[in-house]
Every structure is written in C-alpha cells, then in structure tokens.
C-alpha cells in the first residue's frame, strides 16, 4: 500500500483549493460595515464580470450551484410560465426538475448522454411555439456527470434565427475558468456558476450574471422573494443588502485570491489553454487503453467527437463493474479519489459500476494529471484488467 502522504481528489467538485486561498480565508473575522472588505468588493465584481467576460452584472449568493439555479428560476418566473430545457446530462434535467418545482411548464429537449445540442432542433421546437410562450431556454455549457460540451453561441443564433424573443440561460458550473466562454459576445442573457469547481474556492458561493434582457425579462416575476432577489443584489445600495445580509467574509477573501491568480497572474486565456492541454493528455491516455487488450475491458470516452468534450472533467466507459474497481484500488492504495459515474448507469445507480469520471479542472498542472493517469494504470496492472499500452507515453507527449 503507497497511499499514504497527501491524498488527491480528482472529482469534479470539490476541486483542489490552492492553499493561497485556503491561507486568504485563515483570518480572523473581519468588520462587515466598513474597512478592508468594503474596499476589496468593487474590484472583486469587476473581476468576476472579466471571468464570464461580461459588461454586465454579477450577484453573488451563500449557495451552491443548486442555489444559483433557484435564483434564477425565482428571478425570472411566474406560475404557469413556459421553458424550454435542452438536456445533455443530469445536471441539465436538475435544472428542468427545479424550475417544474416552482409551477413552471418545461418542455425538455434531451439529446442523450453521449452528444451535444442540435440548434436546429432548438430552432424547430421555438418555431413552432407560435405563441411565444417559452420564457426562457435553460442548457448547460458542461454536463458534469457526460462531459458533453455543448455550444451556447450556436444555441443563440438558433433562437435569433427564428426571431423567438427568450432569453438564453446557461449553467457553466462545470466549465467557467476551464473552458473558453464568452458571455457577452455569444448572446447569452444569463449564466449561473459556483465556486467549488474552476473557480478554486471552497463551496459555498453561487453566482448570477446576468444583462438588462434578463432583468426586463424577470421584472414581474411573482416567485422572487427577499433573499433571491436579483436586483437587491446588483443594484443595492447597501453592501448588507446585495448579499440578503451578512457577507460570506471568508469565502470572499478566498475568491480574491482566486482571482488573483486566474485572471491577474495566469490570465484566463492561458488557464483555458492549460485545461485543454490536461483534457488532452487524458483523452490520449484512454484511447491508448481501450485498444488492442483494451476493448474486452470496454475502455471508451464517453464523447466520441473531442470538439464535444468538456475541458474541465472527462467521463470514460468500461464493462460494469470495472470502473468501480479501479476507483475503489486507487483510493485505498494509490491515494487517489476519481469520480463516481454519476447518473450514467441505465439503471438508476448512483456509482455507475460502468463509468467513472476524471477531473482535470482548477488549481491542476502536468504532474497532478500524469500521477492520476499513473494511479489508474496500476490500478488495471493490479486487477488484471485487460487494457492497451503506452498511454502514459501518449499523454506525456501531449504536455512535453
């Protein structure tokens, strides 16, 4: 057994915390009406808009992810209102199930667990919503449990094309800070995010961007309540107002280290290139091993085209229960914790015995990814799992 030493999360949320920020949050608590937090909060938004590449405004949230796609649910809807929902994944029907939650009628698109969004589908089904009665089109940019990447600007030329007047709201969750996203310049109208992913801060902040569309769009919304009003948290006066009371000090000390690093000392662009190198390097590793040997194993990638993947998490088929096995060795000889195939198995298993998902998103760099395509080899070495060879060659070479 070699697992002892610091233990490696390759999930896909939580991800590794730099100890920057995990040091940034150290602290004492700080004064909440005035003094070092009021000063640092202008450029913290400032900031935030140049990670989504907006112009627009941000609200921030004590929430998770889940708690970002309340906000915007209770923002923009009323009983009785309509949304198109377009589903690549789990998360992509989380958000149809929560809006159905509050009263809303969502028709769903679901383009299977293994490609992205048709716009011409999407285009077809505003088309023939003769009324105009969907609101709003809700999609994810990246599915956590596929790792389908879909297309944001293709999905707002399809609405345009049909001269449909919804809004255009986009779960990037999984994929800001890893893959590229250009809010303003795709025409998207909203997008929801959290911190615990590409953002390299502990969980507990959920964000909203959002333009003057969406707001005009929500502006007689009868779900918004106090504490998820949006325009509270952009326009109020009062900083105890834009966050529905007292601030998440700590959490926000902590993003201001983030921050720092992503968008003022590696640049976004040049941590978009990196998490595309990483995805890169895994992907080759995968094919290496699921051929020759490597097919009675049913090693796969679960997104056959790479223009399709994520950047940010990679998710891989093997014959049930493989993959289980290999998570279970690496986690108690190797250190390493891989994701779970969350909602990919036909069945309703929560582990998906035939999947698992590797991340490679936030604070990650070549030796992180190279030890955790290292653990997964001897993890098949170990149980005599048939797979291909030379994939740690293959992946090397991607980052040399």
Request: charged letters at 20%; aromatic letters at 8%.
């Amino acid at each position: 057994m070699t697992a002892t030493g610091r233990h490696y999360h390759a999930i896909p949320g939580p991800s590794v915390v730099p100890d920057r920020v995990l040091n940034a949050m150290h602290r004492a608590s700080p004064d909440i009406y005035g003094g070092e937090l009021h000063e640092m909060m202008p450029g913290l938004y400032e900031d935030l808009k140049r990670l989504a590449r907006t112009r627009h405004h941000v609200a921030v949230y004590i929430a998770n992810g889940h708690g970002a796609w309340e906000a915007v649910n209770t923002n923009l809807f009323s009983p009785g209102d309509h949304a198109l929902a377009l589903v690549t994944g789990r998360f992509g029907e989380g958000w149809a199930q929560a809006a159905e939650a509050l009263g809303v009628d969502v028709q769903r698109l679901d383009f299977g667990r293994r490609g992205p969004v048709d716009p011409d589908a999407v285009a077809k089904a505003l088309a023939d919503d003769r009324g105009g009665r969907i609101k709003v089109v809700l999609m994810s940019h990246v599915d956590t449990t596929t790792s389908v990447r879909n297309d944001p600007a293709a999905v707002r030329a399809a609405i345009d094309r049909v001269g449909h007047p919804a809004v255009l709201a986009v779960d990037c969750i999984a994929s800001l800070g890893c893959d590229v996203f250009e809010m303003d310049a795709w025409g998207v109208d909203i997008m929801v995010c959290a911190s615990q992913k590409g953002m390299m801060t502990p969980p507990g902040l959920g964000f909203v961007w959002l333009n003057d569309r969406a707001l005009q769009a929500g502006a007689d919304a009868r779900w918004r309540t106090p504490y998820w009003d949006w325009r509270l948290r952009t326009e109020g006066k009062q900083f105890y107002h834009r966050f529905g009371g007292t601030a998440p000090t700590h959490h926000l000390f902590g993003l201001r280290a983030a921050l720092d690093m992503l968008i003022h000392e590696e640049g976004i662009e040049a941590a978009w290139r990196r998490h595309e190198r990483l995805a890169r390097a895994v992907w080759a590793a995968f094919e290496a091993w699921g051929e020759g040997d490597g097919r009675a194993s049913g090693i796969g990638l679960n997104v056959a085209d790479p223009a399709c993947r994520s950047h940010a998490v990679t998710t891989v088929r093997f014959a049930a229960p493989l993959a289980t096995d290999i998570r279970r060795w690496t986690q108690a000889q190797a250190g390493v914790t891989l994701g779970i195939g969350l909602g990919m198995a036909p069945d309703g298993d929560p582990a998906g015995d035939g999947f698992m998902r590797v991340a490679h998103m936030g604070h990650v760099n070549t030796h992180m990814t190279l030890g955790v395509l290292g653990a997964i080899e001897a993890a098949m070495a170990a149980l005599a799992i048939p797979h291909g060879t030379g994939a740690l060659s293959r992946a090397a070479a991607v980052l040399a």
